[in-house]
């Protein structure tokens, strides 16, 4: 029996998006509209404050901007672990993948420091709504870093197994994330920290 | 052929559902129909368990702060009364148990789940061990809200929406409860999205070779399109209950206003603008399903194809992409700028349109069929009747002058109850009456199922027409004792008649649990298709081996060939046999 | 598209990365220099829009994607965009009573 013309080729996922990456893009949409909401009640009720302080005088804007360079840092050696997962070139996968976790853990670390710096001049979550805005926005970012770098580190602890051959597009579904936490702070670093 | 199909899923025939595998496995099982039948047995759980708390409000409307018989010392107080504050839990819990732990798990959990892999022609999920995970979780929001029972001062008491600042002000709202309430809800959403992105996934990707978009099961649309709405409001709501959350227990002041606000600058409306952001959004995500069950049963028990597939598919797509802009209508008496307030006059109405041309499509498929009055068949009708009720008294919502009254009025319970009680359950049933037989293995018993069904369409009627009723005469929702008011004490034979019309409409459901529990031990062995449905389902055994597919079929046309010539005396064409030649 | 083929429409990782850390400079510069606050806000604005697009685009692939992919990214935009700009006059004018 021959197959009918409208029979697709069997061997590619329907859409012609790798079921992985297509998931994993379903998931950032439900992150962008996560982060949208929060983001989005944030500037609202900023709109709608009597007061806002400046935050150029507030924050110490020169330590986010530098860690602002260690998370895109961060993307460039992750594209470069993408590229070189595809080249099937396992060394330097290791080396950039290692360095990312490395980058996101320099910007928590960063992190903490604003945040001690914070807390030091009497800027805490339950004090205004700058403090609640502050913590609350780049806390949750923070988290999605960290569990980026979870991802990432075990991503890194199984390209040692031989199983890591057929799952290679791992490392490219993870990249995604790892930018779309990447597009977030770049945002956030303007709206939170700079306007 | 054989080689196109054998390479689609090249992993599904090995080790994941080897039968051998212990309790362990069965237990934490990824095979979606193994899941399936999870989400329905804890959705109807909790159906039972908030329908007893339905039971429990309308007996305080009816006898106001008298006892409650049998169970009243066990629940309450010594001398069994129900104080206005157990009240008030009663409602909230009864809403919120409704809409995330019962309707969502048996429409979308259940028969989302058993039945889109094998419409679409794959395996299983696209993510079987995510699918496993969306199931625990809700399990674990399930405990959660269990727990929120036992907190000190009981569980929440701030109604299914939340609102601040009678949610966010733990001095206003019982402490432990409220915040477990907010958990739970969380669990069982972040449970909904992860099922979403496989729903999407699957649908997109994994459709077996010629299955067409244009050739997929109404069924399959509705989830598609449900999951694409839970996709983008579920994260919606969920940041509005963290906000809240965190200012209930990090001393934030997001939703909050005025004296007892930590600090200046919150605003509680912003609350209610993300909540009805998602709640609106819903509603549909709830109702969606039963359109495309509704869609395909309706064309199978007429023997016809469904009337107008293609604008049943665009009116659905058409209501998914307004349902997110028209939220205000639930905030009509919240207060907003005139203009906005147009805007969602006119989205609302809006709405309508391609709601009426579902409705219609229905008609149009019925209109001169062979119909077959099967219990899904009469469930699928109940389901067209209150609709019709519960989408015409929508429209009465819609307009501004005309909602600012009935508002806050048990009208309002009457209409979404019509909707989202009567039509989803009525759904439901004919969804699990439909599809017992192919999850199961076993049929049900044809005459307690249509008995169940006329007893509940009369009682379900009974119940929400009587809050019509009392709604138009101005009777307040959320009240524990309305007839304290002089002008509302002539409804009170109305609120006895629709509580013992609500302890009836329980006890009926007895006969749909005893339908189920005997069928599923005893019932009549089920063969393959036993409703003649051309989808793809009804190609494997009932019930599906644990691959549901020998092989990958190759779909060759559409989901409703009915009433025409198919091989071997059929009067329908299924979706993987090609029709005989003109 | 997959693969390595599509890539050679995408900008290299090092051009990017060049273009990232010269518009954060350029942020970094804005709230320092007076250029009032119209200008500063439209240039924060602007350049943070830009160095989102380009990662979404070269280090996310999105210039290279189907059109599904597009859709996808765009549709939650557009209704987090219409959300915002409805409740500006109720919630972000409610201090001028």
């Known amino acids: 029996m021959t197959a009918p013309a409208d029979v697709r080729e069997a061997n590619l996922p329907a859409t012609g998006i790798p079921t992985g990456k297509l998931g994993v893009w379903l998931f950032l949409v439900s992150e962008v509209m996560f982060f949208g909401a929060l983001v989005g009640s944030y500037l609202l009720l900023r709109m709608g404050a009597r007061s806002w302080p400046d935050p150029a005088r507030t924050l110490d804007t020169a330590l986010l901007g530098a860690n602002t360079f260690v998370l895109i840092t961060s993307s460039v050696t992750m594209v470069l672990a993408v590229r070189a997962a595809e080249r099937n070139d396992l060394r330097g996968l290791r080396r950039n993948l290692l360095l990312t976790i490395l980058l996101g853990t320099t910007f928590l670390a960063l992190k903490g420091l604003d945040y001690a710096h914070l ?27 960290l569990a980026g770098i979870v991802a990432l580190a075990s991503l890194l602890a199984f390209s040692r197994r031989p199983a890591f051959a057929r799952r290679r597009e791992w490392i490219e579904n993870a990249g995604l994330y790892w930018h779309f936490v990447d597009v977030v702070w770049i945002l956030l670093f303007v709206l939170l920290c700079l306007l | 052929m054989s080689g196109a199909s054998s390479r689609l899923s090249p992993e599904a025939p090995a080790a994941p559902h080897a039968p051998a595998a212990g309790l362990w496995r069965r237990v934490f099982s990824t095979d979606h129909k193994v899941i399936g039948k999870q989400y329905l047995f804890t959705g109807i759980f909790f159906l039972f368990f908030a329908g007893l708390l339905a039971l429990l409000i309308r007996w305080q409307l009816a006898y106001p702060f008298e006892p409650v018989p049998l169970v009243g010392r066990l629940l ?44 679409v022609g794959a395996r299983d999920m696209a993510f079987p061990r995510l699918n496993m995970i969306s199931y625990w979780t809700i399990f674990a929001g399930g405990l959660v809200m269990a727990a929120s029972f036992l907190a000190p001062g009981g569980t929440a008491s701030a109604g299914w929406t939340n609102y601040p600042p009678l949610a966010s002000d733990p001095g206003m709202t019982l402490g ?87 600090f200046e600058g919150g605003q509680p409306l912003l609350y209610q603008h993300l909540f009805w952001g998602f709640g609106h959004p819903e509603v549909y995500i709830l109702i969606l ?41 639930h905030m009509f008496t919240s207060g907003m700028s005139p203009l906005l307030g147009k805007a969602f ?10 709601t009426a041309v579902l409705f219609l499509n229905w008609l149009g498929t019925l209109w001169r069929g062979a119909i077959r009055l099967a219990p899904p068949m009469a469930y699928a009708l109940g389901v067209v009747f209150v609709f019709a009720v519960g989408g015409l008294t929508g429209v ?35 969804a699990i009456a439909y599809w017992f037989p192919k999850m199961f293995g076993r049929e049900m018993d044809r005459r307690l199922a249509l008995a169940h069904f006329v007893l509940s369409f009369l009682l379900i009627n009974a119940v929400f027409f009587a809050m019509f009723r009392m709604g138009l005469a101005g009777m307040p929702r959320r009240t524990a004792d309305p007839f304290a008011y002089d002008y509302l004490k002539p409804l009170r034979p109305w609120s006895v ?39 793809l389902e009804w190609s494997v055994p009932s019930p599906p081996p644990p691959h549901d597919f020998e092989r990958i079929p190759i779909v060759r046309g559409g989901p409703h060939e009915y009433g025409r010539p198919g091989g071997g005396g059929l009067d329908f064409v299924p979706q993987h046999e090609a029709a005989a030649a003109p | 598209m997959n693969g390595t083929a599509g890539r050679a429409r995408l900008l290299r990782p090092g051009a990017v990365y060049a273009w990232l850390a010269v518009l954060t400079a350029l942020e970094l510069g804005a709230v320092r220099a007076s250029i009032g606050r119209g200008a500063t806000v439209a240039l924060l604005l602007g350049s943070a829009a830009a160095k989102a697009a380009l990662v979404a685009l ?30 500006i006059p109720d919630i972000g004018r409610v201090h001028l009573g």
Do not use: C
């Not at chain 1, 805005?133 to 949750?140: A, H, V």
């Not at chain 2, 006059?345 to 391609?354: E, G, M, N, Q, R």
């Not at chain 2, 302890?503 to 409703?531: D, I, K, M």
């Open chain 2, 176 to 262: 432990l409860g409220q915040t477990l309430w907010i958990l739970g809800i969380v669990l069982a959403g972040t449970s909904t999205l992860l099922g979403a992105i496989n729903y999407l996934a699957t649908i997109l990707n994994l459709r077996a070779p010629g299955m067409t978009l244009a050739r997929l099961p109404l069924t399959a649309w509705s989830f598609f399109f449900t999951s694409v709405l839970n996709l983008f409001w579920i994260p919606v709501v969920a940041a509005a209950l963290i906000l809240v959350l965190l200012d209930r227990v990090a001393g934030t002041s997001f939703f909050l206003a005025g004296a007892r606000a930590p």
């Open chain 2, 345 to 354: 006059v006119f989205l609302t109405l809006a709405v309508s349109v391609p």
């Open chain 2, 497 to 535: 008649f629709a509580g013992w019309s609500t302890a009836a409409l329980g006890a009926v459901q007895l006969l749909f649990a005893w339908n189920f529990v005997r069928s599923l031990l005893a019932g009549r062995r089920a063969p393959a298709n036993p409703w003649g449905a051309a989808t």
């Open chain 1, 119 to 145: 807390f030091g001049a009497g800027i805490t979550i339950d004090a205004s709504l700058f403090g609640a805005s502050y913590f609350t926005l780049t806390g949750f970012h923070g988290l999605h870093v």
């Open chain 2, 76 to 119: 309450f107080r010594r001398d069994g009364f129900m104080g206005g504050e157990h009240y008030t839990q009663l409602f909230t819990l009864h809403g919120s148990l409704m809409v995330f732990f019962a309707v969502t798990p048996i429409l979308i959990g259940a028969i989302g789940n058993f039945v889109i892999p094998l419409q």
């Open chain 2, 289 to 329: 399903p039963v359109w495309g069950i509704l869609g395909d049963l309706l064309s199978v028990f007429s023997r016809k194809p469904a009337f107008g597939y293609r604008t049943s598919v665009v009116a659905m797509g058409a209501i998914v992409a307004v349902s997110g802009i028209v939220w205000g209508h």
């Open chain 3, 58 to 87: 070269f280090f996310m692939h999105l210039r290279v994607e189907r059109r599904l992919l597009h859709a996808i990214v765009v549709a939650p935009l557009v209704l987090l965009a219409l959300f915002l700009l409805a409740l």
């Open chain 2, 396 to 430: 009465f919502n819609a307009l501004r002058a005309f909602d600012v009254y009935i508002h806050d009025t048990y009208f309002v319970v009457a209409h979404f109850h019509y909707t989202l009680a009567a039509s989803v359950f009525f759904g439901s049933f004919a």
